[in-house]
Every structure is written in structure tokens, then in C-alpha cells.
């Protein structure tokens, strides 16, 4: 499918929803398209990524349906005119289509220069109390957040140091657990290379390595209850860390 | 992920990806997908949504010889993420009733 198939096809889809609407979607593809395509893209993968058409008009019909709440009855359009984004549509569209126009917001990259938007719209009503510079937010709470973790850290010492030696425990135990293992199986194993030598040092080799066998197996299942709790003890601690004050 | 869940949960990552610095659909994509998975098709009603509520606002700027639409966080945008916070501590909280039977408390 070919980018101009896959754009009808999505126009196609999208007949009940109203002009101004379908042509800001098709910017925005348009956009995605070509962002895409300067990364290095090929059409194919693009169309590709983006989806059938039929299930991208879809998502957009579904979601206004469900965002605008009340449209289940039939006498009422997709797009009633409760739709918020009617009546956005219009201001907006405006600088969109008319590249030459002058936009409706000053063309500053500054996030604090764009506000407040434009007085017909209605994000008007969410003028803020007083002109906070945004930038201001970000490097408060970076400060505050640095204190609190350093206060974590001292207040969690001594549980860290619990836990460091908790788990070299575990390690350990698991290390000797699985030394003996392997240790009484080598030794079983060796016992049979005696036996021609002494059936006695033979048997006595087998029954050691068999022991020790016995202990690695039960040293393993001790580590494995200690390893359980010590996780269980470490998730507390970690979570009481990240989001507990 | 449950639907409406997931819904909340992407306005707050598409309001985190233009807090500090304004940013458009391709970026914001590539910026949240490491953290929640979200197609071009999701993104667009987020922005729409996040747009119609006025937390968001547009300009549309020249990039290689095209137009390329911004988008940028308003003071309410901001509140919302400090909502978002808080709303997550209630989570963490039912999380942890949840997946853990308040045994963390």
C-alpha cells in the first residue's frame, strides 16, 4: 500500500467526521511521515507501522464517542456539538492551512512565552492565577527531591548494611550448599576408580562423597528458605525506599 | 493494559515528554515508547484530549521546507502531572494491597 492508498483509505474511513478535523489528522500522519522518512524509512515500513487505515479511523471514532460521553443515540451525529474539539477546530485551523498567515500564537519556542493562549479559545478559562515561569517548577523540585534522598540514605544505612551482610550470608551458603554437591557426587564417582585398588577405601570414599552429597542437598534447601526471606526482606526495604516518606 | 487506565496513564507520560521543553508527535513517540507502548494512532486522540481540556497548546514551525506542529504544556498541564503524583501514591497503595495483601504497610 502506497502512501496516497493508505490516505484515501483513512479519508475514506473518516467520512462522518467533519473537514477541518480530517485534515488535522492527515497533517498529522503527514508529519509523522515525513519525520520518519528523514530517519531513513522506507514507505512500505512506514505504512506498515502506522496501521491499517480502517482501525486507525476507528480509534479516532471510538475515542471521541467515548470522550464526549453522551452519543449513544442515533438521532445525534458522531461529532455532536458537545465535542470540544469543534469548536477548537476553527482557531486552529486557521494557521495550519494558511502557511502564510500569521500564527495565532507568538512563534516562540519558549514554553512560558506561548502562554497564555488566545482569548477565544477555551483553554482561555485556565488562565493561571499568576504568570508562574514554568522553568522555576523543575529546578525546585530537583532540589527537593535531592534532600529526600539523602535523608533516605543516611536514615537507611544501617538496614543497607543489614542487607549487604544478609545477602553475602545467602551467598555463601549457597556457594558451600552447592560445593558440597558437586564435591560428593565427584567423590561417589571417584570411589569407582578404587575399586580395584580396595574395595574397602572404595567403599568408604562412596559413602563420604554420598554424605556429603546429603549435606550440599540440605545446605541448598537452608539457603533457599534464607534466600526467600532475605527477598522478602529487601523488597520491603527497597519499597519502603522508593515510596514511603 | 486495561483501557482506561492506560488512557490516564498516557496523557501523564505525553505531559511528562513536553514538560521541560516543547516537542512534536514523532519525538514524543520515540521519548515514551521505552516506558509505555503507544502507536501513532494511540498518540493522536492523547493530544487531541490533552488539547481540548487546555492542556496542551499548538504552533506550527517551518522544519526542512515543511510544517511541523509543537506541542507545548499550559499551567493547567502542569497541575495535572502534580496530580498525577499524587494519584499515584493512592495506587501504590492499592498495589500494594493487591500484589502484596498490605503485608508492606
Redesign the interface.
Known sequence: MTKYEWERELKNNLKRVPEAEVGR?L???N??F???A?EGLSEKEIIR???NPF??AY??LY??RG?TGSNEEASQPPYGASA??LE?AAP?ES??AN?AAP?A?A?S?S?SA??P?PAP???A??A?PTP?V??S??AKTRKGRGGVIAAKIIFFLPYAIIMIVMWSLVVSFFAAGFGSVVGGVFYAFFSLSLLDYSIGASAATCGAGIAAFGVGCLMSVGAYLFFKTAKKLT??YF??GK?RR | MDVQLKKGLLEGCVLRAIRYDESYGYKIIQDISPFVEISESTLYPVLKRLEAMGMVTTRTAEHNGRLRRYYLITWPGIQKIEEFKEDLKEITRINDYICFEGRLQ
Do not use: N, S
Open positions: 489528522i497533517d498529522y500522519y508529519e509523522l515525513a519525520d520518519k528523514e507501522k502506522f496501521g482501525d486507525v480509534k479516532i475515542d471521541y470522550g470540544p474539539f477548537d486552529l494557521p495550519y502557511p500564527p500564537y512563534p519556542p514554553v506561548a502562554y493562549p479559545r477555551t483553554a478559562a485556565y493561571p508562574v514554568p522553568d517548577a523543575p523488597q520491603k519499597y519502603m515510596h
